[in-house]
């Protein structure tokens, strides 16, 4: 994982500055004086590659087959007149499009060079060789569409006996290759390999293979290794890997208050300790009634040229995860980079009063503050989708979609896997354990002997006790239909704003968010369970809370609209929405086909109510609304069944949550 491009100017250690964040190399540079002369091998010259390029090529030629004398057999033959197009899902063709053009493309082996989506809680073995992995811990590949190194991980991750994998540029022929095909053209296929141990750079030895008189060949092979979890701090929630160094500078207020280098092994206790004391040094320091609390602190392994320098903390008074940056620092010439980064937010926020008194409002100079309005998240971030392809013990083709943060991996599960041992059956129950959010994991033994065991999660649920399940709804008529004039992609007359003070013509609650019909110009509409609405069109507004009953990722897609669908998240959900700062826009389009699903992603963490608003407008005639929600785990929170006036919500939605202090109440339909 690389830090940002930066300069870092050399600080006179005698001079008293405000510490900026990015990693201060004054620190650094006073525990490991030796870095000063510290130097990045050269690269690699272009007449090196070359020379790679045509050491690989003739060392190919040597290894190919010699074709059987005597002719072959009707059965044989027959296979090899197919020449069945092949599945290359990249499909980039260099120029010259041959096995040297392949090995020397500058566009393939920058991409590898500069792939900076680092993915969270993996480490890099090596960069940019011409081989893919020898080893005997292989558990298979999967061909991506673009070379996507998060997407890889996520593949990983969800695989348990994967340790590493290695992703890599592979020279494919378009065609399957035979007696009359023997040499066909070639384009490049993206291929990730997941392995059961550790990857490096001396097992990256499989520099291609020989499909009939086709060499297949192999650039831009990177590795990557997963890094043990490091162990849960006291006084801290556990880890969370991070793709990269936090950097809050660009928010308003920072809650950065400092950082420190020690010369020793990775260990966030270091940063756990410095957090802990300078809570308290602020707390005996502090002249009134605040201090400056540390609630979260994120410790990154800081390297050079591959090898570990020593445990980097910095210091926050709350959690900014949200503000990562993938970035590469470079002090006096020399690059440096993470073998990894982990955040720790602490279990509870300090107040940061020195106070006595138990009152329930206190005066805090930290951001993680007791206000009913959450703020969380700061941002939501989009999600790429890519596609992956591998095959599995059903019987019929399958897809699950892998949600890991900004990315997420839809699977395409094909039957020819066969198991030669019984599967775990895994079965996840939700579980209401009021406020104390945690997460129980049983297993149950097998009912029959040599069955397989259960492994049963119970989820925390929100607490419904005070009238709160479900989704606040309001229904209205939109001014903005058919009646006004001819539709416009676009649909930019279209206000939300509208209907913060508009009357609703119907409002209530309901447990799923949808509406499908066909030509509905001025007929009756059918609003959650209440028939014969008399709307020339329609417009819906839905609020409710996220339950965050896990830590990570929750996602919200739009698939598709008619004609106009939009969300906020956060506190901006509660007050002050407009069209203009909405997380996700999704609009009706007159090619159907062509619109594209809209995703957005926030990261929670167990315990946390995000508030949501959901508004619909339909201009007049068809009518279309859905929504999906999926958690960290791919399990669907909240869902519109497919063209029905249908859907489902979990537990986990609700109209607001019962402790106050976790979040206010939406306010109230105008009247």
């Given at each position: 994982?690389?830090?940002w491009?930066?300069?870092?100017?050399l600080?006179?250690?005698s001079?008293v500055?405000?510490?900026?964040?990015?990693?201060?190399?004054?620190?650094?540079?006073?525990?490991?004086?030796?870095?000063?002369?510290?130097?990045n091998?050269?690269?690699?010259a272009?007449?090196?590659?070359?020379?790679?390029?045509?050491s690989?090529?003739?060392?190919?030629?040597?290894?190919k087959?010699t074709?059987?004398?005597?002719?072959?057999?009707?059965?044989?033959?027959?296979?090899?007149?197919?020449?069945?197009?092949?599945?290359?899902?990249?499909?980039?063709?260099p120029?010259?499009?041959?096995?040297n053009?392949f090995?020397?493309?500058?566009?393939l082996?920058?991409?590898?060079?500069v792939?900076?989506?680092?993915?969270?809680?993996?480490v890099?073995?090596?960069?940019?060789?011409?081989?893919?992995?020898?080893?005997n811990?292989?558990?298979?590949?999967?061909?991506?569409?673009?070379?996507?190194t998060?997407?890889?991980?996520?593949i990983?991750d969800?695989?348990?006996a994967?340790?590493?994998?290695?992703i890599y540029?592979?020279?494919?022929?378009?065609i399957k290759?035979?007696?009359d095909?023997?040499?066909?053209a070639?384009?490049?296929?993206?291929?990730?390999?997941?392995?059961?141990?550790?990857?490096?750079a001396?097992?990256?030895?499989?520099?291609?293979?020989?499909r009939t008189?086709?060499?297949v060949?192999i650039?831009?092979s990177n590795?990557?290794?997963?890094n043990?979890?490091p162990?849960?701090v006291?006084?801290?929630?556990?880890p969370?890997?991070?793709?990269?160094a936090?950097d809050?500078?660009?928010?308003?207020?920072?809650?950065?208050?400092?950082?420190?280098?020690?010369?020793?092994?990775?260990n966030p206790q270091?940063?756990?300790?410095?957090?802990?004391?300078?809570?308290?040094?602020?707390?005996?320091?502090a002249?009134?009634?605040t201090?400056?609390?540390?609630?979260y602190?994120?410790?990154?392994?800081l390297?050079?040229?591959?090898?570990?320098?020593?445990?980097?903390?910095?210091?926050?008074?709350?959690?900014v995860s949200?503000?990562?940056?993938l970035?590469?620092?470079?002090?006096?010439?020399?690059?440096y980079?993470?073998?990894?980064?982990?955040?720790y937010?602490?279990?509870?926020?300090d107040?940061?009063s020195?106070?006595?008194?138990?009152?329930?409002?206190?005066t805090?100079?930290?951001?993680a503050?007791?206000s009913?309005?959450?703020?969380?998240p700061a941002?939501?971030?989009d999600?790429v989708?890519?596609?992956a392809?591998?095959?599995w013990?059903g019987?019929t083709?399958s897809?699950k979609?892998?949600?890991?943060?900004?990315?997420?991996?839809?699977?395409?599960?094909?039957?020819g896997?066969?198991?030669?041992?019984?599967?775990?059956?895994?079965?996840?129950?939700?579980?209401?354990?009021?406020?104390?959010p945690t997460?129980?994991?049983t297993?149950?033994?097998?009912t029959v002997?040599?069955?397989p065991?259960?492994v049963?999660?119970a989820y925390?649920?929100?607490v419904?006790?005070c009238?709160?399940?479900?989704i606040?709804?309001?229904?209205?008529n939109?001014?903005?239909?058919?009646?006004?004039?001819?539709y416009?992609?676009?649909?930019?007359?279209?206000?939300?704003?509208?209907?913060?003070?508009?009357k609703p013509?119907?409002?209530?609650?309901?447990?799923?968010?949808a509406?499908?019909?066909v030509?509905?110009w001025?007929?009756?509409?059918?609003?959650?369970?209440?028939?014969n609405?008399?709307?020339?069109s329609?417009?819906?507004?839905?609020v409710?809370?996220?339950?965050a009953?896990?830590?990570?990722?929750?996602?919200?897609n739009?698939?598709r609209?008619?004609d106009i669908?939009?969300?906020?998240?956060?506190?901006?959900?509660?007050?002050?929405?407009t069209?203009?700062n909405?997380?996700l826009?999704q609009l009706y389009?007159?090619?159907?086909a062509?619109?594209?699903?809209?995703?957005?992603?926030?990261?929670?963490?167990?315990?946390d109510?995000?508030p949501?608003?959901v508004?619909?407008?339909?201009?007049g005639?068809d009518a279309?609304?859905?929504?999906?929600?999926?958690?960290?785990?791919?399990g669907k929170?909240?869902?519109?069944?497919?063209?029905?006036?249908?859907?489902y919500?979990?537990?986990?939605?609700?109209?607001?949550?019962?402790?106050p202090s976790?979040?206010?109440?939406f306010?109230?339909?105008?009247?």
């Amino acid at each position: 994982m690389l830090l940002w491009d930066t300069i870092v100017p050399l600080l006179a250690f005698s001079t008293v500055v405000a510490e900026a964040q990015g990693i201060n190399f004054g620190k650094v540079l006073q525990k490991k004086p030796a870095l000063s002369k510290a130097k990045n091998p050269k690269p690699t010259a272009t007449v090196g590659v070359k020379q790679n390029a045509a050491s690989i090529v003739k060392q190919m030629k040597k290894i190919k087959p010699t074709a059987t004398p005597g002719a072959k057999s009707p059965k044989v033959l027959a296979a090899d007149l197919a020449c069945v197009k092949e599945d290359v899902q990249y499909g980039y063709v260099p120029s010259p499009n041959n096995p040297n053009g392949f090995l020397v493309d500058t566009a393939l082996s920058g991409i590898a060079k500069v792939a900076k989506s680092y993915p969270a809680n993996y480490v890099t073995s090596f960069t940019n060789e011409y081989g893919s992995l020898f080893n005997n811990a292989y558990l298979g590949y999967y061909q991506l569409p673009t070379y996507n190194t998060s997407a890889c991980a996520a593949i990983c991750d969800g695989v348990s006996a994967c340790a590493g994998f290695n992703i890599y540029f592979e020279r494919n022929p378009i065609i399957k290759p035979g007696a009359d095909c023997r040499n066909p053209a070639a384009a490049t296929s993206v291929r990730c390999a997941l392995w059961g141990n550790a990857v490096n750079a001396t097992q990256a030895k499989n520099i291609g293979q020989w499909r009939t008189d086709f060499m297949v060949v192999i650039q831009g092979s990177n590795g990557y290794n997963k890094n043990p979890t490091p162990a849960t701090v006291s006084g801290f929630k556990a880890p969370v890997a991070l793709s990269g160094a936090v950097d809050a500078s660009a928010l308003t207020t920072t809650p950065f208050l400092r950082a420190e280098f020690y010369n020793q092994a990775f260990n966030p206790q270091l940063c756990a300790d410095l957090c802990t004391s300078t809570t308290a040094a602020n707390k005996k320091a502090a002249t009134g009634t605040t201090y400056t609390s540390c609630n979260y602190f994120n410790v990154l392994d800081l390297s050079l040229n591959g090898a570990s320098q020593g445990t980097y903390c910095q210091l926050y008074s709350a959690d900014v995860s949200k503000n990562v940056g993938l970035y590469s620092a470079t002090y006096a010439g020399v690059s440096y980079d993470l073998l990894r980064s982990y955040g720790y937010a602490v279990v509870s926020v300090d107040s940061a009063s020195t106070s006595s008194t138990t009152s329930t409002t206190t005066t805090t100079t930290s951001l993680a503050t007791s206000s009913p309005i959450p703020t969380t998240p700061a941002s939501a971030a989009d999600v790429v989708f890519v596609s992956a392809t591998t095959a599995w013990t059903g019987s019929t083709t399958s897809t699950k979609t892998i949600f890991a943060g900004p990315t997420a991996t839809i699977l395409v599960m094909t039957p020819g896997l066969r198991s030669t041992t019984a599967a775990t059956s895994t079965t996840t129950v939700s579980v209401d354990l009021g406020t104390d959010p945690t997460i129980v994991t049983t297993t149950i033994a097998p009912t029959v002997a040599g069955g397989p065991a259960t492994v049963r999660v119970a989820y925390p649920t929100a607490v419904q006790t005070c009238g709160n399940s479900g989704i606040a709804f309001a229904a209205y008529n939109n001014p903005y239909n058919f009646k006004v004039g001819a539709y416009v992609e676009g649909y930019s007359n279209y206000n939300p704003e509208t209907f913060r003070t508009a009357k609703p013509i119907l409002n209530g609650t309901t447990t799923y968010i949808a509406a499908s019909g066909v030509n509905v110009w001025g007929a009756d509409w059918n609003v959650y369970g209440t028939p014969n609405v008399k709307q020339d069109s329609l417009a819906l507004d839905h609020v409710f809370y996220i339950y965050a009953n896990q830590d990570g990722y929750y996602s919200f897609n739009l698939p598709r609209v008619d004609d106009i669908e939009l969300i906020w998240l956060g506190p901006k959900a509660l007050t002050g929405w407009t069209r203009s700062n909405a997380d996700l826009e999704q609009l009706y389009k007159y090619d159907w086909a062509s619109v594209q699903p809209k995703t957005k992603t926030v990261r929670l963490y167990i315990g946390d109510y995000l508030p949501v608003r959901v508004q619909w407008g339909d201009y007049g005639g068809d009518a279309y609304l859905t929504l999906a929600v999926y958690g960290p785990d791919g399990g669907k929170i909240l869902y519109s069944e497919e063209g029905a006036n249908t859907g489902y919500s979990s537990k986990n939605v609700v109209q607001f949550p019962c402790d106050p202090s976790k979040g206010a109440k939406f306010p109230a339909w105008a009247v």
